[in-house]
């Protein structure tokens, strides 16, 4: 099982790495950008669509609010950038917003950003899979057709990427993320070109359609609440943001700078992208519906079931380069691969965060760890399974999976922000330099603004998308909180039980004496072995023990055991019900009643096998007796091995894959020796 197990995973993931090469896995800028901002780079693809979709519920005429609203989407990512400027400059090691919140506002506060950011990286992966399978799906109808089982498989996919290191996994995704950033800035300006300079006219493939509005007329409140819905719905450009605060230390060195200038860089390309894209949608005069069937309409007619409603970035490219032209082909495959890559953003900011929540112990240890390729293995794996359940409880439909998103990264926003207030109120009280504190009172300024505004903006979502689906996201927010309380409880109640006391007691003190027990079926080898091994221990007593189930077997036990000679006095216990177990665990528990400080240990011996299926033909009474043994205070249980032959060449098959290499593995010919190693050689 072993070699059928380790063999694919090194193909999958490559050979295992060293601790001390993670420093060789740290980031530079040009790699960090696609690995940490592909979420809000690659969000402008559906953000904009997202916008118009919902302002078509109240007809075209409410399109003309969309540049407004991209207006508010745009100082909202600049208040959040500059925010998160200050973040990684405070906390450099990788906590974000749940260090900020944990140290400045307190643990709760701390837990419930924690729980709200897991959330968000699960729905990151969900919502771009989906809608990368959506616009892929646009030109293969096989997609379609089996949308949920592609999109799982893209997980499954993004999934080995990642488990390969973050810095492998990073420059594949480099250069689609590039690409299509490069696309979508060369559609913006030739569409400019074209428009203002050439005063050419675009129109989208949806131009000649009308829309039906469901609630038209509105005026008043019903206006306002439409548009901050619009607004909601067109801050999903802001997800991911706050992956690079948690993913500093990924960075090459200086991290906080490399960290801080990474975020301005994104910052400006995704509001330059977005408002870009619904410029050019406005210009083409792209329609939307959310109902395309029934609210879309051709000459006053509804367009029908067999429309497929393409997304706004793709009717904008359509217009300006196109159908059909290589610009227009490049920049669809770009933005569909640079979706799927979307969800990387998560992959790096879960895991990460998974591990600290794990070191602070609020997960299971086992995510604090990185695995053979210094990935955080555990954490990745758990993010796919978690994603690939909701791609197919949703049936991968982005349009439903995006009402969940969006808030629980304006929780950790705003707690944050608020969380940084409070920080630089607290260095203000010692800091006695006239230039730091002017900095710092600076800095506190724009936290406040920060945190004003990303709270703002929550209420709103919550007010707006609750009815929606974003209920379900806030019920996941409150499973984790409960679920990682409960695992701290459990950690910090081990950690009591366990802890040595100044003065020694019971559970400490040596014991009076140690009865040794031998358990026996039949005289063999391994029984033998067992008594000899017990033997050497020099116990107090020691007596070998068997159960009566079967009279003819017990009396053949005993006559071979005097035939022997064997010196070890036999006990033999009645089990009038022919169990194994239960006798063995009360004979013991006699012992221990009879003498409380006494410790008593229990051999026993056992096959070691060299197949998988075997284990199902032995051992099975000696697992359940270890698993009543082990809650047994007082108990010592000692597993004494004998080797079968199948194990023997199982050990032989581990021997050569141990010395089998890989072809290209072992270098051919001598290795020059690097001149500075040969002068440090010759002093």
Known sequence: MSKLTDVPKRILIGRALRSDKLGETLLPKRIALPVFASDPLSSVAYAPGEVLLVLSVAGVSAYSFSPWIAVAVVVLMFTVVASYRQNVHAYPSGGGDYEVANTNLGPKAGLTVASALLVDYVLTVAVSISSGVENLGSAIPFVVEHKTLCAIAIIVLLTLMNLRGVKESGKLFAIPTYVFVAGVFIMIAWGVIRGVVMGDTMKAPTADYSIHAEQGGLAGFALIFLMLRAFSSGCAALTGVEAISNGVPAFRKPKSKNAATTLALMGGLAVTMFCGIIGLAMATDVRMAENPATDLLLN???IGSGYTQNPVISQVAEAVFGKGSLLFVILAAATALVLFLAANTAYNGFPLLGSILAQDRYLPRQLHTRGDRLAFSNGIVLLAGAAAILVYLYGADSTRLIQLYIVGVFVSFTLSQIGMVRHWNRHLVTEKDPAKRRRMHRSRAINAFGGFFTGLVLVVVLLTKFTHGAWVALLGMVIFFVTMSAIRRHYDRVADEIAAEDTPDDDVVRPSRVHSLVLVSKVHKPTLRALNYAK????????????????ADTRALREEWERRGIEVPLKVLASPYREITRPIIDYVKSLRRQ?????????????????????LLHNQSALRLKGRLLFTPGVMVTSVPWQLDSSEAAKLRARKRAEWNAPGAVRRGPVAQPKKEKAATKK
């Not at 107090?540 to 023990?545: F, G, I, R, Y």
């Not at 003498?595 to 284990?615: F, K, L, Q, T």
């Open 536 to 551: 050497l221990m020099r116990s107090d007593s020691l007596e070998a023990v068997s159960v009566d189930v079967d009279q």
């Open 300 to 302: 006053g007619k509804p």
């Open 595 to 615: 003498s409380p400080r006494d410790a008593v240990s229990v051999y026993i011996p056992e096959y070691v096998v060299g197949h998988w299926y075997e284990h």
